[in-house]
Nanobody
Framework: QVQLVESGGGSVQTGDSLRLSCTLS????????MGWYRQAPGKEREFVIA????????ATASSVLGRFTIARDSAKNTVNLQMNKLEPDDTAVYYC???????????????WGKGTLVTVSQ
């Protein structure tokens, strides 16, 4: 059974940094592409960032480019989302996903975590 468990959410102020973590179990981490999505209140879930297994190719949404990065930690079966220069528009529930990152950097999620809330105040 594939499980994804997120951690690290919380309340911060504009300009602060926060790191989210997601641990994968039930599937081989080193051959699994990983990503993050978010869903703001009243909005649809949107893609944020993803990283492939192996070569570590990344895909990043334009809204977070230059502020958010993703990194894999194979020793812990964990993927980390580093969020810098946070803005109120980043307020959302952040979901970790396991899936596939295509050669043209389109991420297709197959499994989801339950999400962790990030609130950014002015």
């Amino acid at each position: 059974q594939v499980q994804l468990v997120e951690s690290g959410g919380g309340s911060v102020q504009t300009g602060d940094s926060l790191r989210l973590s997601c641990t994968l179990s039930g599937r081989t981490f080193d051959t699994t592409d990983m990503g993050w999505y978010r869903q703001a209140p009243g909005k649809e879930r949107e893609f944020v960032i993803a990283v492939s297994s192996g070569t570590g190719r990344t895909a990043t949404a334009s809204s977070v480019l230059g502020r958010f990065t993703i990194a894999r930690d194979s020793a812990k079966n964990t993927v980390n989302l580093q969020m810098n220069k946070l803005e109120p528009d980043d307020t959302a529930v952040y979901y970790c996903a396991a899936g596939r990152l295509s050669p043209v950097l389109v991420f297709s999620p197959e499994y989801w975590g339950k999400g962790t809330l990030v609130t950014v105040s002015q």
